[in-house]
T-cell receptor, first 114, second 114 residues
Framework: SQQGEEDPQALSIQEGENATMNCSYK?????LQWYRQNSGRGLVHLIL?????REKHSGRLRVTLDTSKKSSSLLITASRAADTASYFC??????????????FGKGTKLSVKP | NAGVTQTPKFRVLKTGQSMTLLCAQD?????MYWYRQDPGMGLRLIHY???????AKGEVPDGYNVSRLKKQNFLLGLESAAPSQTSVYFC?????????????FGPGTRLTVL
């Protein structure tokens, strides 16, 4: 079963606007990661936030984590057409002996129109 | 430094045929993973390896076998392909458990089973 679930499934915005994607998960985690996938390509790691962190920044990306609500959000500020991609959250598996495997959500498909 | 590479990029099989997908990484990573990605399903872990000579089952291991004879290579085998195995397959590697580390992904192999 999926640990992380992104919301919305699809998001369409104009260039220059901010894009916010949310991720909810079900069990306790050690960390939460966000990945980007351009069409027809592999996933690229964007940012990792640990369970004891509440906010993290990387360039135009801002990630928040609320462990009490079991949710995270990814904000992309001043979006560009090149940000068009699918975005996935991933959490470490909750089951024992998982060796730190990641469980991915189904992703948010972001379209940024020029 | 090529990162994670996958061979082949595309393949079409007939039901019952066998094939091997090759993943190679040049980052000296201990951990390697095989995922499949289906429309609307996100990524699901098939098998993984925590070091040379070790393998373990992931979420959806049935119908697949793996081997990690060399640290830099991780092979995924389909002994008798079925249409349900039509998917995009991604290999990934990590320096350690995802408790603290990101995963690096290959470009993917698009497999169609007729």
């Amino acid at each position: 079963s999926q640990q992380g679930e992104e919301d919305p499934q699809a998001l369409s915005i104009q260039e220059g606007e901010n894009a916010t994607m949310n991720c909810s998960y079900k069990t306790s985690i050690n960390n939460l990661q966000w990945y980007r996938q351009n069409s027809g390509r592999g996933l690229v790691h964007l940012i990792l936030i640990r369970s004891n962190e509440r906010e993290k920044h990387s360039g135009r990306l801002r990630v928040t984590l609320d462990t009490s609500k079991k949710s995270s959000s990814l904000l992309i500020t001043a979006s560009r057409a090149a940000d068009t991609a699918s975005y996935f959250c991933a959490t470490d598996a909750a089951y024992g002996g998982s060796q730190g495997n990641l469980i991915f959500g189904k992703g948010t498909k972001l379209s940024v129109k020029p | 430094n090529a990162g994670v590479t996958q061979t082949p990029k595309f393949r079409v099989l007939k039901t019952g045929q066998s094939m091997t997908l090759l993943c190679a990484q040049d980052m000296n990573h201990e951990y390697m993973y095989w995922y499949r990605q289906d429309p609307g399903m996100g990524l699901r872990l098939i098998h993984y390896s925590v070091g040379e000579g070790t393998t373990a089952k992931g979420e959806v291991p049935d119908g697949y076998n793996v081997s990690r004879l060399k640290k830099q290579n991780f092979l995924l085998g389909l002994e008798s392909a079925a249409p349900s195995q039509t998917s995009v397959y991604f290999c990934a590697s990590s320096a350690g458990t995802t408790h603290v580390r990101e995963q690096f992904f290959g470009p993917g192999t698009r497999l169609t089973v007729l």
